[in-house]
């Protein structure tokens, strides 16, 4: 496994065209991307997948929810013969954020997965991992101070940093992804606290984001007042399953995103949603449930 970076490290990755399976990240000069930059919320059940898709079709998946139903869904925005993805993120070792990708393996390729460092000691962990090393796909260890380039767009880790990355609290240690686009501001956010929604408010300078995946699928203790109000989102998706029994999304949490505005959008109920940038506006599609 990648070793944790020191407190004074930040490590910047410069994403590039080429196909990963010469495992160099290297810098290299390309002409401008054009198009849209395309966001999707998966319709994955009680778990969280976010797809990204960056001009010039380079795509970077963040978790893949607890099961194969992720295979589904991202086949229906990709088609059945796009079988490539960049860049995977898992923001945190919990089965309803990764075991999606053991399945996601099986017929899709990957150039790089992203991780925070900690590994879990579950047995679909395990096959998780020796699926990445069989297949030779690195394994890059990124935490607070970090960034992913591709262009005009970047993908800034905003969250953990070395003391929540060692909580007894696995929520705490997953990674936040602030993503930025000449056309909107997206922050993706796992399974985060209060505690860590107070952290980013004291640490990012400016955490304003027209759209925010609502933190831990709604649970009454995300989404706080303060970091709504630091956040200012204008969309807030809510990735939860059909009848679930953690009663998310709370009702406490829906009450605190209708007062600051939110338009509020859920998988439960929309099935996978797309945003696309239009003009000064943010469109919504949806794709229905599986």
């Given at each position: 496994?990648?070793?944790?970076?020191?407190?004074?490290?930040?490590?910047?990755?410069?994403?590039?065209l080429v196909v990963f399976s010469v495992f160099v990240w290297t810098e290299i000069i390309r002409g401008a991307p054009t198009g849209l930059t395309r966001a999707f919320f998966l319709d994955v059940g009680q778990g969280d997948s976010e797809l990204v898709i960056f001009p010039g079709n380079v795509k970077i998946l963040t978790d893949a929810g607890p099961d194969r139903s992720v295979v589904g869904s991202i086949e229906k925005v990709l088609g059945r013969n796009d079988r490539y993805v960049d860049v995977a993120v898992i923001s945190h070792p919990q089965l309803d954020h990764f075991n999606g990708f053991n399945y996601l393996l099986e017929n899709y390729?990957?150039?790089?997965?992203v991780f925070n460092g900690r590994p879990a000691s579950s047995s679909k962990w395990g096959a998780f991992y020796k699926k990445v090393r069989d297949k030779k796909i690195p394994l890059l260890t990124l935490g607070a101070g970090d960034r992913i380039l591709y262009?005009?767009?970047?993908?800034?880790?905003?969250?953990?940093?070395?003391?929540?990355?060692?909580?007894?609290?696995?929520?705490?240690?997953?990674?936040?992804?602030?993503?930025k686009t000449p056309f909107f501001r997206m922050l993706l956010t796992?399974?985060?606290?209060?505690?860590?929604?107070?952290?980013?408010?004291?640490?990012?300078?400016?955490?304003?984001?027209?759209?925010?995946?609502?933190?831990?699928?709604?649970?009454?203790?995300?989404?706080?007042?303060?970091?709504?109000?630091?956040?200012s989102p204008k969309i807030g998706v809510i990735e939860v399953g059909l009848g679930n029994s953690y009663g998310h999304p709370a009702d406490s949490t829906l009450g605190r995103l209708g007062l600051a505005g939110v338009k509020i959008m859920r998988t439960d109920l929309h099935g996978t949603i797309e945003l696309v940038p239009e003009g000064n506006s943010i469109r919504i599609l949806t794709h229905g449930r599986r």
């Open positions: 496994m990648s070793k944790r970076k020191p407190d004074n490290f930040s490590l910047i990755v410069i994403l590039s390729r990957f150039g790089i997965f262009g005009s767009n970047s993908v800034d880790i905003v969250s953990p940093n070395n003391l929540y990355l060692q909580s007894a609290e696995l929520n705490d240690t997953g990674l936040v992804e602030m993503i796992g399974d985060i606290g209060t505690g860590v929604e107070k952290y980013l408010i004291g640490n990012v300078p400016n955490l304003k984001a027209d759209i925010l995946k609502v933190p831990h699928h709604g649970s009454a203790y995300s989404s706080g007042d303060d970091f709504l109000r630091a956040v």
